[in-house]
């Protein structure tokens, strides 16, 4: 069974740093593009950006270039979301997600999903 | 980038009665067109891909249907579970763009 776990709720000021995971089990996971999607509260979904963990091939959306970084580590079937200096309108539920083709296409729909990771900035 | 636009952005529909989404691409997509549902406190789900296959489990009453820029998500008999938000996603040409969604509510 294809699963993708992420790591706990997190509560952070303003300016920290922050990283998140996602780990992938039941599947060839360097085979798999990897997303991380945005949905902020009470708002709709927003595709961050993406890695191929075979290579850590990453291309991110221009609203989020320069913003975060997408990192893999294949070894233990990890991606990774981090931040350098947290802002509070960063406050939002982070899933990953992913694409489906089992190749090096981007062109595929989203096949599985993350439970999520709430991640809440406030000073 | 290609924009999905979803309507309406709220639909309210009485239990057993058919809901019908839509979603409209600013360009062609062909039929590379995806729905997702999510409920409330839960992570997005696959119902459909390729503008009209259910994916693995989903009820028969799903059904997805269009091609080129114009989509249908239909919902024959609605079941409490069913209310819900709705997301459609083009995979045509990257950045595979979501749509805003579509609010299913009870009437």
């Known amino acids: 069974e294809v699963q993708l776990v992420q790591s706990g709720a997190e509560v952070k000021k303003p300016g920290e740093s922050l990283k998140i995971s996602c780990r992938g089990s039941g599947y060839s996971f360097t085979k798999y593009w990897i997303a991380w999607v945005r949905q902020m509260p009470g708002k709709g979904l927003e595709w961050m950006g993406i890695?191929?963990?075979?290579?850590?091939?990453?291309r991110y959306s221009p609203s989020f270039q320069g913003q975060v970084t997408i990192t893999a580590d294949k070894s233990i079937n990890t991606a990774y979301l981090q931040w350098g200096g947290l802002k509070t309108s960063d406050t939002a539920m982070y899933y990953c997600a992913r694409l489906g083709s089992g190749s090096y296409s981007l062109l595929y729909y989203f096949d599985s999903w993350g439970q999520g990771t709430l991640v809440t900035v406030s000073s | 980038e290609i924009v999905m636009t979803q309507s309406p952005a709220t639909l309210s529909v009485s239990p057993g009665e058919r809901a019908t989404l839509s979603c409209r691409a600013s360009?062609?997509?062909?039929?590379?067109l995806a729905w997702y549902q999510q409920k409330p406190g839960q992570a997005p789900r696959l119902l459909i891909y390729d503008a009209s296959n259910r994916a693995t489990g989903i009820p028969a009453r799903f059904s997805g249907s269009g091609s080129g820029t114009d989509f249908t998500l239909t919902i024959s008999s609605l079941q409490s579970e069913d209310f819900a938000l709705y997301y459609c996603q083009h995979y045509n040409k990257w950045p595979n763009t979501f749509g805003q969604g579509t609010k299913l509510e009870i009437k």
């Open positions: 890695i191929y963990p075979g290579d850590s091939d990453t």
């Open positions: 360009q062609s997509v062909t039929n590379y």
